[in-house]
């Protein structure tokens, strides 16, 4: 069983893209229900970045607002759906921890639980990109390490898209903007641990949240959302978080890729941008 925590709060699962946010959520699923996922059915409470989250909070439109407009409404969003839920919320989110166009937190601290960040080898989470985007390699690359990076952008600044944009910075931006300003506590999560030593990796998790479940639930959960299976499902019946653009959503699942993947001037132009940091999560091209 898990303790109460404060039902009017938020536990934020936090990541640049591809990086085991959604396998964690899928683990979550089958951990709340006895061993059961619907990789379609996650038991969360949906994107940050999502537009039908807003107009059902505010009742507002959000294609009648320019994307800076909605922006600077989103934190009081999430303080409503806060309040109002009486359990505590489990929201994905890859926007950089940054400002709003005025200056305040995106990310509401007030309601906030805590977060877990999620954070994986960039030159692993290339090729992974690369499909989920449907850009070369190349393209992956460049993105990842540029500093003005965006998700899901709107044309004309206005909001057609299901999400509205996500500034994600370069990867190191990304990895730092989570670790190192939010005022509340962050647990950061290597994608590699996870694969590497999945039972205790996963049991910190849930200890940091305050969440206490037995070793057996634990593992069964972890058995329950096995990559073969997750793929399975995605294969059965697809995926709705899957983008358009993308031909699967569960690629691979594994860490070491890159050496297979990427050529030595691509692992060159990631180190390059990213030493700093990947150093500080033990990430080496050796």
């Not at 059961?36 to 294609?63: C, H, L, P, W, Y």
């Not at 909605?70 to 009486?86: H, P, Q, S, W």
């Not at 993947?261 to 692992?267: R, T």
């Amino acid at each position: 069983m898990s303790k109460q925590l404060n039902p009017h709060k938020i536990l934020w699962l936090a990541s640049y893209p591809k990086s085991g946010n959604t396998w964690f959520r899928a683990f979550l699923t089958a951990l709340i229900n006895d061993g059961k996922v619907d990789i379609n059915q996650m038991a969360s409470d949906g994107i940050f970045s999502s537009r039908e989250t807003f107009d059902m909070a505010t009742d507002i439109d959000s294609r009648d607002l320019y994307d800076d407009e909605a922006k600077l409404m989103v934190a009081d969003v999430y303080r409503r759906i806060a309040t109002e839920k009486n359990s505590l919320s489990i929201i994905k989110i890859h926007d950089f921890f940054g400002p709003d166009p005025e200056g305040n937190n995106l990310v509401p601290g007030d309601v906030t639980q805590c977060a877990i960040y999620f954070i994986r080898n960039p030159l692993d989470i290339a090729a992974s990109l690369a499909n989920h985007m449907d850009f070369s390699i190349g393209e992956a690359i460049n993105m990842l390490n540029n500093d003005s990076a965006t998700m899901a952008n709107q044309a004309n600044n206005l909001n057609k898209n299901p999400q509205f944009t996500q500034f994600l910075s370069s990867w190191s931006d990304h990895v730092n903007s989570w670790t190192l300003r939010p005022k509340f506590p962050v647990c950061a999560i290597r994608f590699e641990d996870m694969l590497a030593d999945t039972f205790n990796t996963f049991s910190k998790i849930l200890n940091f949240i305050g969440w206490e479940y037995s070793d057996s639930q634990i593992k069964n959960a972890i058995t329950a959302t096995s990559f073969e299976i997750l793929n399975r499902q995605e294969t059965q019946k697809g995926f709705k978080e899957k983008s358009n653009v993308s031909p699967v959503f569960f690629r691979s699942g594994k860490m070491g890729k890159w050496q297979e993947e990427l050529n030595v001037n691509q692992i060159s132009k990631i180190i390059t941008i990213n030493k700093q940091v990947m150093n500080k999560y033990q990430y080496t091209a050796s």
